[in-house]
């Protein structure tokens, strides 16, 4: 008798797969369009850390879906590869000195070998890693094509500035307003940067989410991002200068309620607005602004401040002489940067209103006095003019066409959606790849000429003057123009992390094309992606930038499908069990005792511990590492257990008690072949049943990913197995198909010692007979007069007589109906029995 040896088993057929390319994928033509799935796990950055459990439950997820397909006849594409470009390689070249590429390419050798250990069924003849040159050589030909269409142009932009280490922080370095490294305040500069016009494509953006299945609340976030608002400009004069005031506005009914304007401290027109005796607390109160974030300036509860110009505007409506006040709540970023205040109908302008004592003039009745709180639901307009008894959609739409009639202002729609700064000043990423020449002319590096390779370096220190650490390789940086050969000096900005992803699963499809960055046939064959999983963390940059590259390309021709990704499935945390104090603070898992009676205490003191959710950390000592899981207990352990924590999509804590639990069932498993010999004799019509109905259940629960609920029916159905002296061969082969998407390794196992040649990858998936998943009793309803009454459970296909004779014999039904006449009584079989008396 053997054991379960899953080291064994499982060392086997990766090796089996491996060695015959199992999962190779092929664009054959025979399967038809709607049999062909593009199945797309979020590709990994390659961290020194390596694999988390994160990482395996959403690859699990997609594996087994992916050998669901392929047993269903699909010809399934199912690829892998690595995000390899990026800072903390950079920021580790900084410490140690050693190159990126080394440590980047130690990492992905470490990814490569943790997932290979998980048996996942990838085409790893279609990996990439986005370092590569000849990967980045197309991320730099999309680039050129970008530019040639005039979507990437250089601009002056603020960037996160340490003036201690000299260099551009991303947003990540930023820890509360201080350099992550040195602690320095960080400020803001504005340094010459690549960015690319993605505001172009907001409206299709917006637009085209609507036919994707996507979670609604990823849609969502999308839109917030974008923020389209519909709104108006309205002129102001300005009472003694010749210059015109525009606002944006939302609400350009409210326009009599205009009690003061608001223009933004770094609005154009600030110098000129400003009176000579306001000047001094203008500039103080200017340069006090600067140093604030967007975030503080517009957070609803900091306190406003403000200071006024000594210039009024004219309300184009009234003539009424309104000031004009500087204000930081007011952004130069959105709108025109300045706007119109109706303290009645706008809370923040309320706030303002109130602490600098302006007028507060109600337009729109609603509910409560405006002099106590801001009114900003609709109404109906008063004080208003020619808008009064108009409600607020009517009142938009009237006083539009009047500021129009009158050359007064315009329908405009702005969107929160910034361009997308394309720059970094950095080593470790794709270099952009054109010159400047002297006469300052941009020139594209020629596309027979891509790759521009990033040079060998050995200091990654940026330059002085912040620009990235290319900008010191002066042999690299000098160099002439493609066009006419005179001296030019190279792009020494790289492109952001971004960028590789933006694409990669167009390069999956056609890995090894040296012509094209992708086949029209490929292309052709494979996209959409059908299904995409990953992190909720993506739910807004990478899925935006990628879906703006692929418009773009789609407007050249390039790709075939306006929208990369079909659908989108966001797995949910795995967290962990965390120790508290009663102070809240967290106790390291290593510090805590569990007592007998379930209740937990901390070693040293003696405090007693409730246990919360947390997310797993260094710090809690809490992290699980997949490699110890694979060791001990095997893959097939660690893959049914993520899946059997809890649905998909929720977030669920690690807890390696139960994953012991899976592996006792596993062991079940082999335990139930061993004891018992396989049989050719029919099941009994019990075991046929519950084959049926876990056949059922485990196909639909697959296709829906509920994987939890599909693995609960297969422990049904081995428990029922136990039962018998011998396994009918119809109903173990029919397991161990179900079970091979799951637990892969131990299915292809049985199923050669079951006789069968391998693999088991490309079986047919079992089929169920519906009559033999039904169940022999059903649950009849009865009403009384359409009122349910009660409900009985009947054996299944009961006649009308009989029904109807259950359903008067039922003791509450009694209560209803005695002494009473009855009108009419309707059947339906199976279902219901309802009795209409009178009375
Ligand atoms: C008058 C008004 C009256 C407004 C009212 C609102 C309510 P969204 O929806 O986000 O587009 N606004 C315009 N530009 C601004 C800027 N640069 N900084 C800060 N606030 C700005 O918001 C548009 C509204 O935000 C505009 O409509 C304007 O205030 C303000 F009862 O104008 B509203």
């Excluded at 991320?139 to 040639?148: A, G, R, S, V």
């Excluded at 005796?277 to 200017?286: M, P, Q, S, T």
């Excluded at 040079?455 to 650490?469: C, D, H, K, L, V």
Aim: proline content about 5%.
């Amino acid at each position: 008798m053997s054991t379960y040896s899953f080291n064994e088993i499982e060392k086997k057929w990766q090796k089996f797969w491996e060695e015959h390319k199992t999962f190779l994928a092929k664009e054959d033509p025979s399967f038809p369009p709607e049999k062909r799935q593009y199945v797309l796990d979020m590709f990994p950055y390659p961290s020194a850390e390596g694999l988390h459990v994160g990482h395996p439950e959403g690859y699990t997820a997609t594996d087994i879906y992916c050998r669901f397909l392929r047993m269903n006849g699909y010809n399934v594409l199912h690829p892998m590869g690595f995000d390899s470009f990026g800072l903390p390689a950079e920021t580790y070249a900084l410490k140690t000195g050693i190159h990126p590429r080394v440590t980047t390419e130690a990492s992905i050798a470490n990814f490569r070998k943790q997932i290979k250990s998980l048996g996942f069924s990838y085409d790893w003849d279609r990996e990439i890693s986005t370092h590569e040159p000849e990967y980045y050589r197309w991320t730099q030909w999309i680039f050129e094509q970008l530019y040639k269409m005039g979507l990437a142009y250089e601009s002056e932009m603020p960037v996160n500035w340490c003036s201690h280490d000299n260099a551009v922080l991303s947003n990540e370095e930023v820890k509360e307003g201080r350099c992550e490294r040195c602690g320095t305040p960080v400020i803001r500069r504005n340094i010459r940067q690549w960015v690319l016009k993605i505001t172009a494509y907001a409206d299709r953006l917006i637009d085209d989410l609507d036919g994707l299945d996507w979670p609604e609340s990823v849609k969502q976030m999308q839109r917030n991002w974008i923020g389209r608002s519909e709104g108006a400009s309205v002129f102001f004069k300005v009472d003694g200068h010749n210059e015109n005031l525009e606002v944006y506005t939302t609400r350009c009914d409210t326009l009599f309620g205009a009690t003061y304007m608001v223009i933004s401290p770094e609005h154009p027109l600030v110098g000129k607005l400003t009176a000579p005796d306001r000047k001094k607390e203008v500039e103080a109160y200017i340069h006090q602004a600067a140093h604030k974030s967007d975030l503080e300036r517009t957070d609803l509860a900091k306190d406003k401040t403000g200071v006024f110009s000594g210039s009024y505007a004219v309300n184009p409506v009234n003539g009424e002489r309104i000031p004009i006040w500087i204000a930081d709540y007011v952004l130069i970023s959105y709108g025109t940067g300045a706007i119109m205040a109706v303290p009645a109908h706008d809370t923040r302008d309320w706030e303002f209103a109130k602490k600098f004592n302006l007028p507060i003039i109600e337009v729109l009745k609603g509910e409560g006095d405006v002099q106590e709180a801001a009114w900003i639901e609709d109404g109906i307009h008063v004080n208003s003019g020619f808008l009064d008894g108009l409600d607020k959609e009517d009142a938009i739409a009237t006083m539009l066409s009047w500021l129009e009639k009158n050359k007064l202002g315009h329908k405009t729609t702005n969107y929160k959606l910034r361009d997308w700064i394309f720059s970094r000043q950095r080593y470790w990423g794709e270099p952009i790849p054109l010159v400047h020449t002297r006469d300052g002319a941009v020139e594209l590096i020629p596309e027979n000429q891509l790759p521009l390779l990033l040079p060998e370096i050995e200091r990654y220190q940026p330059a002085s003057t912040g620009e990235s650490p290319l900008a010191n390789v002066t042999e690299w940086v000098e160099t002439q123009s493609p066009v006419d050969g005179s001296p030019a000096r190279r792009e020494t900005n790289t492109m952001p992390q971004w960028a590789g992803s933006c694409w990669y699963f167009l390069r999956y499809l056609d890995p090894h094309n040296s012509e094209r960055f992708v086949s029209k046939e490929a292309e052709e064959y494979w996209m959409p992606v059908d299904l995409y999983v990953g992190g909720a963390e993506h739910a807004v940059l990478h899925l935006l930038y990628a879906r703006f590259w692929h418009k773009v390309l789609y407007d050249l021709g390039h790709v075939s499908t306006k929208e990369p990704f079909q659908r989108l499935v966001n797995q949910g945390m795995i967290t962990s069990f965390a120790y508290q104090r009663p102070d809240k603070s967290l106790v390291p898992t290593d510090m805590v005792e569990e007592l007998p009676d379930g209740s937990f205490m901390e070693k040293q003191t003696g405090i007693a511990l409730e246990r919360v959710i947390a997310k797993m950390s260094k710090s809690l000592k809490n992290v699980i590492n997949p490699d110890d899981i694979v060791r001990e207990y095997g893959a097939d352990t660690m893959r049914m257990y993520e899946m059997f924590m809890g649905p998909l999509r929720e977030s669920k804590p690690w807890a390696t008690t139960s994953l012991i639990g899976i592996w006792r069932f596993l062991d079940r498993i082999w335990r139930l072949h061993e004891d018992r010999a396989i049989s050719e004799e029919a099941p009994s019509a019990e075991l046929l049943k519950t084959l049926h109905k876990t056949i059922k259940k485990v196909t639909t629960d697959t296709e829906a990913l509920n994987f939890n609920t599909a693995i609960s029916q297969m422990m049904v159905l081995v428990n029922e197995m136990y039962k018998c002296d011998v396994l009918p061969r119809e109903v173990w082969e029919s397991l161990l198909l179900l079970l091979s998407p799951y637990v892969p390794h131990i299915a292809e196992e049985l199923w050669e010692r079951a006789g069968h040649t391998p693999s088991i990858a490309y079986a047919s998936w079992p089929t169920y007979a519906e009559e033999l998943t039904q169940d022999d009793e059903v649950e009849l309803v009865i009403q009384v007069n359409g009122k349910l009454r009660a409900r009985v459970v009947v054996a299944k296909g009961l006649s009308r007589d009989e029904a109807l004779a259950t359903a008067r014999a039922n003791e509450v039904v009694k209560g209803w109906i005695e002494g009473k006449p009855i009108v009419k009584e309707i059947f339906v079989q199976d279902k219901l029995v309802n009795i209409v008396v009178k009375g």
